[in-house]
């Protein structure tokens, strides 16, 4: 299984981005996906996950209504829409997939089976 994200980017603070992640298509209609970060110096971040079974997403705290997570009609590309964008939202960000009927946590980062390569999102104040 291979993920790859791309839309990553240099951006302004209060900017918009949006992040892809695609992969095989039969695959990742029957998967949870999350979204995760990582900032240099620091640990991996959860951002959010959707159940591509069903069910709305679900999101970290810090993302207070400034990201969504969605997939396309075909349940082949899911999306990471991310607006009013921080200088602290630096990070290379990554998507990932699991199975959706493990019995861990979305927000289980050591749950996901599968990784995409990441992609740098870079916001200047």
């Known amino acids: 299984v291979q993920l790859v994200e791309s839309g990553g980017g240099l951006v302004q603070a209060g900017g918009s981005l949006r992040l892809s992640c695609s992969g095989s298509?039969?695959?990742?209609?029957?998967?949870?996906m999350g979204w995760f970060r990582q900032a240099p110096g620091k640990e991996r971040q959860v951002i959010g996950a959707?159940?591509?079974?069903?069910?709305?997403?679900r999101y970290a705290d810090f993302v207070k209504g400034r990201f969504t997570i969605y997939s396309d009609n075909a349940k082949i590309t899911v999306y990471l829409q991310m607006n009013d964008l921080k200088p602290e939202d630096t990070a290379v960000y990554y998507c990932?997939?699991?199975?959706?009927?493990?019995?861990?946590?979305?927000?289980?980062?050591?749950?996901?089976?599968?990784w995409g390569q990441g992609t740098q999102v870079t916001v200047s104040s």
């Open positions: 959707l159940w591509l079974t069903g069910g709305s997403p």
């Open positions: 298509g039969s695959t990742l209609s029957s998967s949870a």
């Open positions: 990932a997939a699991r199975s959706p009927w493990y019995g861990t946590s979305w927000d289980d980062d050591g749950s996901y089976d599968y």
